[in-house]
């Protein structure tokens, strides 16, 4: 399995960066993880031909908004139909920026939470605590890969991390959040320790953040190897 970062920001991109946005592949099968803003050209360097698959954890722009921009190209440029994973919600809202063609002329549309096989992997889709209903995402098949997409702490955690070769954690660091629907790097790494999950990548950083502090705070709570997610960075699990 072998995953590459095409997005690392929340809210909205930082200079030189991109939104969360995940892709992996695994077998020559190609499934993108979230398509926040200015993910799109990032995976089409990647992938040329686009992905096999697409999963999206919610409807939130900075997690969906470059859906719209594979559509049109999956459209317009007559490739054909893309299976597409995800919560309630995200048809709609991407729908909202298309008002010519409907969007299910090119995705057929699987409903998270729920159990898929998507190719090599076996995708469970796992419902977490945020504003919008957000489907934490498990991706089995020779190794574990696990994403929170954006969410507060939650039991369920421990259950979509379990053992995890990867697990991926939102860690927003947001100045002045109280709303428990979002996760600190701190958060981040004891979630990780309870879970069992063998590394930890830290993504969706607040524009402005130090991501070195992130880590580092992340480190007082989990004793395995952890990352900072940056645009371009690939990973090979195993």
Do not use: K
């Not at 939104?19 to 040329?48: H, I, K, N, Q």
């Not at 919610?58 to 440029?77: I, K, N, S």
């Amino acid at each position: 399995m072998r995953l590459t970062v095409l997005g690392s920001c929340g809210a909205y991109p930082e200079p030189g960066r991109a939104c969360s946005g995940f892709a992996v592949e695994e077998s020559g099968f190609r499934v993108v993880l979230d398509l926040g803003y200015g993910t799109l050209p990032r995976l089409l360097e990647l992938w040329p031909e686009g992905p096999d698959a697409v999963v999206i954890t919610h409807e939130h722009p900075d997690h969906c908004a470059d859906l719209h921009g594979l559509f049109r190209m999956q459209h317009y440029g007559r490739r054909g139909r893309l299976p597409l994973y995800c919560p309630p919600g995200v048809l709609g809202t991407v729908q909202g920026l298309e008002p010519d063609v409907p969007l299910d002329e090119v995705f057929d549309v699987f409903e998270l939470p729920g159990s898929w096989d998507v190719g090599p992997f076996r995708l469970t889709g796992v419902d977490l605590p945020h504003f919008v209903p957000n489907a934490g995402v498990r991706l089995e098949s020779s190794r574990v890969l696990a994403y929170t997409g954006d969410t507060g702490p939650s039991p369920a955690l421990s259950a979509l991390g379990g053992d995890a070769d990867l697990f991926i954690v939102e860690a927003t660091d947001r100045p002045g959040d109280t709303s428990g629907l979002l996760m600190t790097s701190a958060a981040a790494g004891a979630w990780a320790r309870q879970a069992g999950a063998r590394r930890l990548m830290l993504t969706h950083f607040w524009p402005g953040n130090d991501r070195f502090a992130a880590v580092a705070a992340a480190r007082a709570e989990f004793t395995g190897e952890i990352f900072a997610a940056s645009e371009g960075d690939v990973y090979a699990l195993g």
